[in-house]
């Protein structure tokens, strides 16, 4: 049984860093990219960005990209995402997902398995 859990997520001010991890189990970790997505209330989930699957390479949307990392330990099964200089937009649920296809993909359906998402929110 595939699982992602999640977890980093709170209260942030802005301009702050926060650092989520996305451990995994039940899977071959490193045969799947992943993929970091957020939905805030009321919109649809949109990519915040994915790692190839030995983490050379990532990609990013204009949103976050400078300020946004995703890294990952294979050894260990978990995937991180960075963020910094954070703003009261990226106040969503964020959550993690693995990709059995082998492109670092920013669409949802090419996503195998997700994690249940952590809350961030940034505020003063």
């Known amino acids: 049984q595939v699982q992602l859990v999640e977890s980093g997520g709170g209260l942030v001010q802005p301009g702050g860093s926060l650092r989520l991890s996305c451990a995994a189990s039940g899977l071959t970790f490193s045969s799947y990219v992943m993929g970091w997505f957020r939905q805030a209330p009321g919109k649809e989930r949109e990519f915040a960005g994915s790692?190839?699957?030995?983490?050379?390479?990532?990609v990013y949307p204009a949103s976050v990209k400078g300020r946004f990392t995703i890294s990952r330990d294979n050894a260990k099964n978990t995937v991180y995402l960075h963020m910094n200089s954070l703003k009261p937009e990226d106040t969503a649920v964020y959550y993690c997902?693995?990709?059995?296809?082998?492109?670092?993909?920013?669409?949802?359906?090419?996503?195998?398995?997700w994690g249940q998402g952590t809350q961030v929110t940034v505020s003063s």
């Open positions: 997902a693995a990709s059995g296809k082998g492109a670092m993909t920013p669409r949802t359906y090419e996503y195998d398995h």
């Open positions: 790692t190839s699957r030995n983490g050379d390479s990532s």
